[in-house]
């Protein structure tokens, strides 16, 4: 086999020319998987809540990723301007906390909204192009409560959950169309999201070294994962040496939920 894993003169770990939607990538891992893709040759268009004007290594267009026709124009814009999405990741995601009885409808419906309605929207306005050319890759970023009960994020784990089982329908559909559908589900990552669990002094090392009182193990590792670390993975999916994997689901997590 040649570096080449595509055949399509890309390499096997570059973009050459392809277009990448990637939503959420105002901040944290969203932002450093549109540098990474960038920065090996893709055509990145980002978009978020907050647009931005500066157009760095990519663009970030505004868009709410639960607003479905909002989704769908924007894609067909970026197909218009930019050209055939080729790869689309979703890392856009919403955190709300609180003991499953507390939790306001608010908090699960806007858990849902974002983390599973959203990227069905993305996948449905991607993958149905995609799906017309025959070829397209999708990683959506989940998390590793979708496979671990975490005491206070039962909206967020179970809407994460769904959204897992979500890809890997979408992968089965999609696949004699020649797309791949995968996931990468983080643990503790140090972006704002998880700064806004640290609410105490000895939170940060709850999470490292565990913590009985919530049922966690810690990470084996050591270490709370860079947002590279997870872009890193991304990109492994998104790209041609992961040609043969489909309906996967990545644990990046420095071994927190012990893969249990
Ligand atoms: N940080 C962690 O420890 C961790 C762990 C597991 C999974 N994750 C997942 O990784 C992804 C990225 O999280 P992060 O840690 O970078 O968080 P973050 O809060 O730093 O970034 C999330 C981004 O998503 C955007 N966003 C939220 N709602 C949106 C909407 N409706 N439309 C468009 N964009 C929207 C936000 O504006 C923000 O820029 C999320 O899906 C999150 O659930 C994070």
């Given at each position: 086999?040649?570096?080449?894993?595509?055949?399509?003169?890309?390499?096997?770990?570059?973009?050459?020319?392809?277009?990448?939607?990637?939503?959420?990538?105002?901040?944290?891992?969203?932002?450093?998987?549109?540098?990474?893709?960038?920065?090996?040759?893709?055509?990145?268009v980002?978009?978020?809540?907050?647009?931005?004007?500066?157009?760095?290594?990519?663009?970030?267009?505004?868009?709410?990723?639960?607003?479905?026709a909002?989704?769908?124009?924007?894609?067909?814009?970026?197909?218009?301007?930019?050209?055939?999405?080729?790869?689309?990741?979703?890392?856009?995601?919403?955190?709300?906390?609180?003991?499953?009885?507390?939790l306001?409808?608010d908090?699960?419906?806007?858990?849902?909204?974002?983390?599973?309605?959203?990227?069905?929207?993305?996948?449905?306005?991607?993958?149905?192009?995609?799906?017309?050319?025959?070829?397209?890759?999708?990683?959506?970023?989940?998390?590793?409560?979708?496979?671990?009960?975490?005491?206070?994020?039962?909206?967020?784990?179970?809407s994460?959950?769904?959204?897992?089982?979500?890809?890997?329908?979408?992968?089965?559909?999609l696949?004699?169309?020649?797309?791949?559908?995968?996931?990468?589900?983080?643990?503790?990552?140090d972006?704002?999201?998880?700064?806004?669990?640290?609410?105490?002094?000895?939170?940060?090392?709850?999470?490292?070294?565990?913590?009985?009182?919530?049922?966690r193990?810690?990470?084996?590792?050591?270490?709370?994962?860079d947002?590279?670390?997870?872009?890193?993975?991304?990109?492994?999916?998104?790209?041609?040496?992961?040609?043969?994997?489909?309906?996967?689901?990545?644990?990046?997590?420095?071994?927190?939920?012990?893969?249990?």
């Amino acid at each position: 086999m040649t570096a080449d894993a595509g055949g399509d003169g890309s390499g096997g770990d570059g973009f050459g020319g392809r277009v990448a939607l990637v939503t959420g990538a105002a901040q944290g891992i969203g932002a450093a998987v549109a540098a990474l893709l960038a920065g090996r040759g893709a055509r990145v268009v980002g978009c978020d809540l907050r647009g931005s004007d500066t157009e760095g290594a990519f663009p970030v267009k505004e868009l709410d990723v639960t607003d479905g026709a909002a989704v769908e124009a924007l894609v067909a814009e970026v197909e218009r301007t930019v050209g055939p999405v080729d790869v689309l990741v979703n890392v856009a995601g919403v955190l709300r906390v609180g003991p499953a009885l507390e939790l306001a409808d608010d908090a699960w419906q806007h858990s849902f909204a974002v983390n599973t309605t959203g990227v069905f929207h993305t996948c449905r306005s991607v993958g149905r192009r995609m799906a017309g050319r025959g070829r397209g890759s999708i990683v959506t970023v989940g998390s590793n409560a979708a496979g671990v009960p975490r005491t206070g994020m039962a909206a967020y784990a179970a809407s994460k959950a769904a959204t897992a089982m979500f890809m890997r329908c979408l992968g089965l559909e999609l696949a004699a169309s020649g797309i791949r559908c995968n996931l990468v589900s983080p643990g503790s990552t140090d972006t704002a999201m998880q700064r806004s669990l640290w609410t105490d002094p000895g939170a940060e090392q709850r999470v490292l070294a565990g913590d009985p009182a919530s049922y966690r193990v810690g990470i084996p590792l050591g270490r709370i994962a860079d947002p590279v670390d997870v872009a890193e993975a991304v990109a492994f999916l998104a790209g041609d040496r992961a040609r043969h994997i489909t309906m996967h689901d990545l644990y990046v997590d420095g071994g927190a939920t012990l893969r249990a």
